[in-house]
């Protein structure tokens, strides 16, 4: 039986919210992810914070479709971070009924990181939602050990999370041994996607790739396969592939479409757990 998969903002940037929900039930989604915070200065999000009505519009296709919110974006944990600067997101986040909350880990202060961590998730328990940390190889959280670090030294909270994204996988210092190392509890969902693996790029190189050049399931040479064996089955699957050379030649709704065929024919083709 295949797992729920998720239209990941990436995928397809240029819908509003509404507009992810109804393309994401037309191509056979089960769930999308909303950008619904800038991830840095100038960048483009969806509108829904500040728009009632499109909150509203928003709910109304989630029932009349079935699709469902699983994860909101982007919580960027620098030297400065303040978990309380993201109430509204909370709020959206359970009005949605979003379970989880992508977070970054850009403070170089690895106590100071972990007790800011640890301070989210006691905000965000009483919203019901998971903060789950993705390890990015250009950022001070850049493999999957060092995600389970920051998780230990918050003490494990009981909404802590770890997010694996299959580039980040590739092109970080990450083994499947330590993906294994995961406790089981941390895991509410994953990202997929290919590339070109390696531990060579620079900064901008990998942030190039990952924003704007990923490639569908099987074209790259990450080892998804050993990735995704090594995950627990039932884990929701977020597509997650922004190519924008190949998504503007069939448009975005097509994008999405072929993004969520491959990934269904990749994990239809994993070995038996």
């Not at 328990?125 to 050990?145: H, I, K, Q």
């Not at 790029?201 to 924003?211: G, K, Q, Y």
Request: include cysteine; aromatic fraction near 6%.
């Amino acid at each position: 039986m295949l797992p729920d998969f998720s239209m990941a903002y990436l995928t397809a940037a240029s819908f509003t919210a509404p507009e992810a929900i109804e393309v994401a039930a037309e191509v056979g989604y089960q769930q999308v992810g909303l950008r619904l915070m800038s991830n840095g200065p100038g960048a483009i999000f969806q509108e829904l914070l500040d728009a009632p009505e499109v909150l509203r519009e928003t709910l109304a296709r989630m029932k009349d479709t079935g699709v469902q919110v699983y994860d909101l974006e982007i919580i960027r944990i620098g030297d400065n971070f303040n978990p309380d600067d993201y109430l509204r997101l909370f709020d959206a986040g359970v009005q949605l009924g979003a379970k989880a909350v992508l977070v970054a880990g850009d403070d170089k202060d690895a106590a100071r990181l972990a007790a800011s961590y640890a301070r989210l998730c006691e905000v965000m328990r009483p919203f019901g939602l998971n903060a789950d940390l993705e390890f990015m190889p250009w950022t001070p959280v850049s493999d999957a050990n060092a995600a389970l670090a920051v998780v230990r030294a918050a003490g494990m909270p009981a909404n802590a999370g770890i997010l694996v994204d299959g580039i980040h996988f590739g092109r970080s210092h990450t083994s499947l041994a330590d993906i294994a190392a995961i406790p089981k509890s941390l895991l509410h969902y994953a990202q997929l996607c290919d590339a070109t693996p390696g531990t060579d790029f620079t900064e901008a190189e990998l942030i190039h790739t990952a924003r704007i050049e990923r490639l569908l399931p099987g074209e790259g040479g990450i080892d998804l396969t050993g990735l995704f064996a090594a995950l627990p089955r039932t884990l929701p699957v977020s597509v997650e592939v922004p190519n924008a050379v190949r998504m503007p030649l069939v448009g975005p709704k097509e994008w999405a479409r072929q993004c969520l065929e491959a990934s269904r024919a990749f994990i239809a083709k994993l070995p038996p757990p």
